[in-house]
């Protein structure tokens, strides 16, 4: 077999590009393959009405590490600094400062007995109060923080990333995804709307079957989503039957975006948060007017995000403005327009959010980061140790991927 790239990269996302930048500074031949017609995957800004609107990552997690705010302002990004306003009831509207101090000691003795009483069963859940009143708190938490309820996720996975997480959180005012989208570099071929059929295995490398014909490479990276492995939209080798039972171990969360746009007359004010109903499992947590632009933001996990995730956009607009309504009143509906909502879970290329691990499952992350044969190589978020679930723990596993195939290519190229 006659190879026509050193390495082809499926998928076009943080980690896919990730992996692009490193290999191009190796002279390592490489194309790129996007089922989609952009690039960016999960991390997708948006321009509705002069506003970018990040329907995927927002925020530069883990600020003070995270690679991409080195890449943000090297390629010419501002980055705003400023402190979130999460954890702030605006005006303690609907949340009392009582209330809101015992969800938060709710929070902090669950948080306490992972960290000291850890239940055998690896299951957050067991961690609870049987009946306790902020139970539906730390469900909306869960689903904020991993899309999906306590009872669906490992204790050891969550306290991997919490611990590891540095708590800086900040903003790209263009768009977290427009960063992204930006940098893949020009040396690297693209192919957009090429989904792969199926993934072959030859003497010399892998071969590629496309709608456009096959291709063939020395090696391919693997960065999609655990849904897409487990979906079966891609043929994969039978050898590979490690990897999908691991993927499977990691599904994707239920994590979706909508934004309103904010009209007339209004009672809102600049970088404020409020929490629709704190004991709601299914409640949004709305920041309001982010760089001081005249739009809500709704962000909803888990159990909440099943309202866009099935019942569609229109039913996820209607149930965020009844649930601003009941904070500032009745008289804001007339004041809310809706701009635009992911639709995470409905698209086939992705299939969800971010992923989280099942209990007693944390450890198959290290499987499915795993290379096959010199020739198979696995990155995206769901493949990092700790930093999954971000666009810079992707970008980790990009470079981390590409490195394992420079290795195992060689090329003649320094």
Known sequence: MSTDWDVVIIGGG???????????TKGVS???LEAS?????????????????DLGCGWLHSA?????VGIAEASG????????????????????P????????????????????RPQSDCAADALD????????????????????????????????????????????????????????????????TPVGTINLEAAGVSIATRAGSINARAAILTISTAVIVGGAIGLPPELDEWRHAAASLPLGRNEKLFLE?????????????????????????????????????????EGAEVLAEDGPAAGFAYAIDELAALFGSGIRRSLRPLAASTWSRMESIGGGYSYALPGKSVVRDILARPFDGRLFFSGEATHPYDFSTAHGAYQSGVRAADEVIAAVRPSAP
């Open 64 to 68: 003070d590490r995270n690679p991409w």
């Open 37 to 53: 017609q952009r690039i960016g995957d999960r991390a997708h800004t948006v321009n509705v009405a002069g506003h970018a609107l």
């Open 77 to 96: 990004f501002a980055i705003e600094r400023r402190r979130p306003a999460w954890g702030q009831q605006y005006r303690d509207l609907g949340f009392s």
């Open 262 to 302: 904010i009209v007339g007359d209004h009672p809102c004010e600049t970088e404020t948060h409020v929490i629709g109903d704190p004991r709601n499992p299914r409640t949004g947590s709305y920041y309001i007017q982010p760089f001081g632009r005249p739009v809500v933001e709704g962000f909803f996990g888990g």
């Open 98 to 117: 009582e209330d809101q101090d015992a969800a938060d000691e709710a929070y902090a003795t669950w948080h306490r007995r992972l960290m000291r009483d």
């Open 30 to 32: 490489t194309l790129l």
């Open 130 to 193: 049987p009946g306790g009143m902020w139970n539906g708190y730390l469900q909306a938490m869960s689903g904020y923080i991993s899309g999906a309820s306590l009872e669906q996720l490992s204790i050891a996975d969550y306290l991997a990333y919490d611990t590891a997480s540095t708590r800086h959180n900040w903003r790209v005012p263009d768009g977290y995804g427009t960063l992204i989208a930006a940098t893949l570099p020009s040396a690297v071929a693209l192919r957009l709307a």
């Open 14 to 24: 943080a980690a896919g590009i990730a992996a692009a930048r490193r290999l191009a």
